[in-house]
Structures are given as structure tokens and as C-alpha cells.
């Protein structure tokens, strides 16, 4: 990120790869219910998690 410094006020200048990535986040976490299904996901240790997607 790069800090632009103005007269009246700041901004900050990043990247579209964080830009799209903090968007992602948002979007995920507007999603009734998902925040819990990520933490819930989370806890399960990787070796108990399928290897192919059943969908």
C-alpha cells in the first residue's frame, strides 16, 4: 500500500490483487450465516477434509 498525503486529507493506494481480495472478504461476510461456516471450517484439521469435491 502506498500512503498518498494531501492537503485536506489521506488516501491509501493498493494493489487490484488486495483491492479484489478485500472485496472477496466482504462479500463472503455479508453472507448471512458464513462467517460462522468459515470458523466452523476452520477447526477441522486439513487431513480430516475431503479430497474431492462431491458438487
Not at 463472503?28 to 471450517?41: C, D, Q, T, W
Request: hydrophobic letters at 45%.
Amino acid at each position: 500500500p502506498l500512503l498518498i498525503t494531501g492537503k485536506r486529507s489521506n488516501a491509501v493506494l493498493i494493489s487490484e490483487e488486495d483491492w479484489m481480495a478485500m472485496q472477496e472478504t466482504l462479500h463472503l461476510l455479508s453472507v448471512p450465516g458464513m462467517r460462522e461456516s468459515i470458523r466452523e471450517g476452520m477447526e477441522i484439521p486439513a487431513d480430516q477434509c475431503a479430497e474431492a469435491l462431491e458438487w
